[in-house]
């Protein structure tokens, strides 16, 4: 039986139409001074994103095995397009990628790069035409020791900003590939790679602005992939590389070591010291980037902007946001949830719960969403683009910006209604193997 010529057909147009919407973000080239044109080319490329996977999702149903070997193809093919045309349009959407490759020439020149900030005076004669775009250059780096290696090594491999996005691209690509483990490891079926594959902002995120964030993404994957597959000793290395990336990650330690040897957080920890032994002429001032960060920020934020909209104390809310996080948490562990259920939801929840979420947060947990066929999380990094609402009548070399309000709602509440929908029909998404005392195809489908 195959599916009808029309689903086929708009699963192909799909595909098509991202390429386009890619090609036309270049077209348009400085994304920042011509926002309005770059949301509505995201959002058209969400809309094809959308159609394209879950017109997939259908088909697949009632492909033979050498059908659905050729849509995967055609699925990695289009994924990768994306990002190659989209490593020629320059990073206009944030300038993350101009510290990493600082930090990186910081390193290459002998220096800490914990130990002061970019506009520090002795640190003047490194400075180039590309200095001038650092954000909050007053700042020290925030990174931990492994994102610092790789900006280390990608800087002596080649200083341009090109090359630190294609490091990016090489995260995304380990993200993928973790997605394409998983769904094999657990017998899920292949299609949900395009969840992944063909979201528009992990292509702009990753191929254009640079954010290194999928390596992170691709280490908690394959830690949680470790995990299913019982190597524990593996599993808690990967997690102890995802924290020595980015810091998020350590939200998953007590539930991931919750049944190990007792040995196991020690092993954390002392990998963590381990990483930071080389930067420890710093470690009197390390922490202060991170009370700025935490203290200062804030963005897009989710369920923080209803508790802050209905406390009114900006510390009352992160107290409240604290309060709440430690409740799903302490439910989660009560529940005796499995590891990667548990994981997922946890994760989901501490980013809902942060008071700054950039778009590229959001993909932090997009490759267990793709795994779960998670259309709330799907969704919601489909719309995250319109958070970039808040360039619109800002100058082109300003760092101050007024938050519009509507963004968050049109982000937030058609991806929770979403999720309560597709939790009313059917089991909580969760990127679980089907069981015996599972449905099958609440999980398969």
Known sequence: ??????????????????????????????????????????????????????GLARAWRVWNAAKQRNALRGVLLVAVAMRMILLFLPPTLSDDV???????????????????????????PLRDAEWERINYPRIRSIYPPLAQALFHITYRLNGSVASFRLMSVVGDFLALAAVWLFLQAASLPRWRLALY???????????????????????????????????????TGWLAAGMLLKTWPVVLIPLLLRRRPWWHGPAVIAALVVAYLPFADAADVTLQPWLDYTGRWRFNDGVFYLLHAAIGSLAAAKAAAAMIGTA???????????????????????????????????????????????????????????????????????????????????????????WIWQCRTDAPPTPHPPSPDRNPGAVSR
């Open 328 to 418: 799903v948490f302490a439910w989660l562990w009560r529940r005796n949830a499995d590891v990667i259920s548990a994981s997922y939801w946890l994760l989901l929840a501490f980013i809902l719960l942060m008071p700054t979420i950039h778009p590229w947060y959001l993909l932090w947990a997009l490759p267990l969403a793709a795994i779960a066929a998670d259309r709330g999380w799907v969704l919601l990094c489909t719309l995250a683009p319109l958070s970039y609402w808040i360039l619109v009548g800002a100058a082109a070399d300003s760092n101050v910006w007024v938050e519009p309000v509507w963004p968050r709602f049109a982000e937030y509440v058609p991806a929770a209604a979403v």
């Open 197 to 235: 594959a063909w979201s528009p902002l992990a292509a702009v995120e990753f191929a254009s602005s640079g954010h290194y964030d999928g390596w992170v993404a691709a280490t908690a994957t394959l830690a949680l992939l470790a995990a299913l597959r019982g190597r524990e000793l593996l599993s």
């Open 1 to 54: 039986m195959d599916p009808p010529p029309g689903l086929v057909a708009g699963v192909v147009i799909s595909g098509c139409g991202l390429l386009a919407c890619c090609s036309a973000l270049l077209f348009i080239g400085d994304l920042r001074a011509r926002p309005q044109a770059a949301i509505l080319t995201l959002m058209t490329a969400g809309i094809c994103y959308m159609v394209g996977s879950w």
């Open 98 to 124: 101009y510290r990493y490759r600082w930090d990186g020439k910081v390193q290459a020149s002998g220096n800490n790069p914990y130990l002061e900030p970019p506009a520090a005076s002795r640190l003047e």
